[in-house]
Nanobody
Framework: VQLVESGGGLVQPGGSLRLSCAAS????????MGWYRQAPGKQRALVAAITSGGVTNYADSVKGRFTISRDNAKRTMTLQMNSLKPEDTAVYYCNARPQVGDGNSYWGQGTQVTVSS
């Protein structure tokens, strides 16, 4: 199983970034996909998640600024991040967890997002 993130980088406050996650080795439509982030000294926390059917869930801190989407045919997931703030700075991780049952959950290697002037 591989989850490969891309799209991180350095952006000024108020700017935008688009993260992508490409999945292989899993039956993509059987998994809820999510983005988590971890800032230095803090625990990893959910940013946004999307079910196979497109139902989404967002952390309060990103509602209205971030949009999660997925393409089941291409086995990809994206996170469009707008109006970025310095507090959005973190390593962002792609996650896949079974939508039904207690199977394994999988993580990507992470991509750094830095919001700074």
């Amino acid at each position: 199983v591989q989850l490969v993130e891309s799209g991180g980088g350095l952006v000024q406050p108020g700017g935008s970034l688009r993260l992508s996650c490409a999945a292989s080795g899993i039956i993509f439509r059987f998994y809820t996909m999510g983005w988590y982030r971890q800032a230095p000294g803090k625990q990893r926390a959910l940013v946004a998640a999307i079910t196979s059917g497109g139902v989404t869930n967002y952390a309060d801190s990103v509602k209205g600024r971030f949009t999660i989407s997925r393409d089941n045919a291409k086995r990809t997931m994206t996170l469009q991040m707008n109006s970025l703030k310095p507090e959005d700075t973190a390593v962002y991780y792609c996650n896949a967890r079974p939508q039904v049952g207690d199977g394994n959950s999988y993580w990507g290697q992470g991509t750094q997002v830095t919001v700074s002037s």
